[in-house]
């Protein structure tokens, strides 16, 4: 048990796989893309959630030798940025020599055989002799053992996000919540940081009004152009 007179929640998400048949036996999330102890001679970068960060990926694979193959749900890789964004992306990405795959409506399954896996794409094409299939995918709070219905704090959706107000503040009076334990849209640390600090700054800096606001809220990531 936990008490306090103030407490802030800053838990995070969580990486879950898709379900289709064999995603799970046979493939890893991008958080475990630094714990690969091999080069692949054959990759598949699948977005599920947040395109950039399968494009910083799939840059990098592509620019230390790898055949990269980028595969995206939809018709675009980065939901959340402007169509002039995705259009420099997607020419970088068909001039940079990685294979690229839009809008095929998702991954229906992967399979295994001798080390090389073979992934089939709803829209039915197959990317086969694949060494590596890694993931992006969506992220679900990270609440779960936390006893916040036991607290009082109140959650929404299936997920369990926990509620927030404009000051981050939940349904508990001295219960504070920030990051992607409260938000469908992924944060990433800077923003969260800011979040906590406005509420530190409440907490104890006597700047009473203190709060963040994400309108207009600068994206940046990489990739290199050959």
């Known amino acids: 048990m936990v008490t306090g007179d103030k407490i802030l929640i800053s838990t995070g998400s969580k990486a879950v796989l898709p379900s289709a048949k064999g995603v799970r036996d046979n493939c890893i999330s991008s958080d475990e893309y630094f714990q690969m102890e091999k080069l692949p001679k054959k990759v598949v970068v699948v977005v599920e959630s ?6 910083e990926m799939s840059y990098v694979l592509h620019a230390l030798g790898c055949n990269t193959h980028f595969v995206v749900k939809g018709p675009t890789s980065m939901k959340y940025c402007d169509e002039e964004a995705n259009i420099f992306v997607d020419k970088g990405m068909e001039q940079s020599g990685v294979k690229y795959y839009r809008s095929i409506g998702g991954v229906a399954s992967i399979t295994a055989k001798d080390y090389l896996k073979t992934v089939s794409l709803v829209n039915g094409e197959v990317i086969e002799n694949v060494d590596t299939v890694i993931f992006t995918p969506i992220h679900t709070p990270n609440v779960e053992g936390l006893g916040l219905d036991k607290a009082g704090v109140n959650q929404r ?13 939940t349904s508990v009076s001295h219960i504070f919540a920030v990051g992607d334990a409260t938000t469908e849209v992924h944060q990433l640390t800077p923003k969260t940081v800011a979040a906590a600090r406005r509420v530190t700054d409440r907490f104890f800096g006597g700047l009473k009004t203190a709060k963040v606001t994400f309108e207009n809220t600068p994206y940046t990531f990489f990739l290199v152009r050959q």
Not at 50 to 55: A, L, Q, R, V
Request: charged share 25%; with cysteine; proline share 0%.
């Open 50 to 55: 947040e395109g950039y960060i399968g494009i």
């Open 157 to 169: 959706g299936e997920k369990g996000y926990i509620s927030v107000d404009e000051y981050h503040c």
